[in-house]
């Protein structure tokens, strides 16, 4: 049957880092014994446990670095590493590379604010409250796309390369979280894309949308922008401020 066999073999994988918290309750411990049939790929006995390969930077087997590919051995000890630590202090000192690609981000169907924030800070963000899991994993994979989701299991697809399991429910705590997680902060561009449907922004005269402004913003602002796609408006109004504070504590 495909090589495997009726014996049960054992590795030890230790989980660095906080990839804990990915655990079941009961196997919550830095070091555990995973029993196995045949040789399974890591990526196989990882995700069995309910991590996400999307959440391991680096595989560390028998103290030699290897891929989500590798097949597990009887006896092996091997140490799983995230590309960032939850905490400040990491055991690895060697954390994962940049983003090969560029930041282009699909969110799922409960990640709206979080979608519009991104926007905000000029990431390429696709969205929409329809999107079906197949969808998802299929757009994600193709285009190159960061799939940003709270399902571990969406996560787990194959045709998923880059994602990340966001933590918290909180939009402006889930915000700060991705810019961490990707090491975003110098790549922020803020005020380019609408915050409706993800185009990007371009200048428009006053006088050719004065017709559709309210009279106190007619009188009070003069730099617009317009959605290409849409044809939202964009103005440095009341809501600025506040933009301008949540981006300050996202790229803090």
Same mark, same amino acid.
């Given at each position: 049957?495909?090589?495997? /066999?009726?014996e %049960?073999a ?20 830095? /070091? ?13 006995? #990882?995700?069995? =446990? ?19 590919? *590798?097949?597990?051995?009887? !006896?092996?000890?091997?140490?799983? *590493? ?7 202090? %990491?055991?690895? &000192?060697?954390?994962g590379?940049?983003?090969?690609i ?17 926007r =905000?800070? !000029?990431?390429? %963000?696709?969205?929409?409250?329809? *999107?079906?899991?197949?969808?998802l ?6 285009d190159?796309?960061?799939?940003? /989701? ?8 194959n ?13 402006h ?5 991705? #810019?961490?997680r ?17 185009? =990007? ?7 050719a949308? =004065? ?12 730099e617009? %922008?317009?959605?290409p796609?849409?044809?939202? #408006?964009?103005w440095? !109004?009341? &809501?600025?401020q ?11």
């Amino acid at each position: 049957m495909d090589g495997l /066999t009726d014996e %049960s073999a054992e590795a030890r994988l230790t989980f660095f880092d906080g990839l804990t918290a990915f655990l079941p309750l009961g196997k919550r411990q830095d /070091t555990l014994p995973v029993a196995f049939k045949g040789h399974p790929a890591v990526k196989h006995l #990882i995700e069995s =446990l309910g991590i996400p390969h999307t959440e391991v930077a680096r595989v560390v087997a028998n103290g030699q670095e290897v891929g989500l590919a *590798y097949h597990v051995q009887p !006896g092996d000890v091997i140490g799983v *590493y995230p590309p960032l630590p939850v905490n400040g202090h %990491s055991h690895n &000192h060697e954390v994962g590379p940049r983003l090969e690609i560029e930041p282009r981000f699909i969110l799922d169907n409960h990640l709206g604010r979080l979608a519009a924030y991104l926007r =905000l800070l !000029g990431f390429d %963000s696709l969205y929409r409250n329809d *999107y079906q899991d197949e969808e998802l994993a299929q757009v994600a994979g193709e285009d190159e796309r960061i799939l940003l /989701t709270r399902d571990r299991r969406l996560l787990m697809r194959n045709s998923v390369r880059y994602g990340y399991c966001v933590q918290t429910l909180d939009p402006h705590t889930q915000i700060t979280e991705v #810019i961490r997680r990707f090491r975003l902060a110098d790549q922020v561009r803020p005020f380019q894309r609408c915050l409706r449907c993800n185009a =990007l922004l371009r200048p428009v005269e006053k006088a050719a949308i =004065l017709d559709r402004l309210e009279p106190l913003t007619r009188q009070y602002f003069n730099e617009f %922008s317009i959605c290409p796609a849409c044809q939202q #408006i964009y103005w440095k !109004g009341s &809501h600025y401020q506040h933009m301008q504070a949540l981006i300050e504590e996202a790229t803090r």
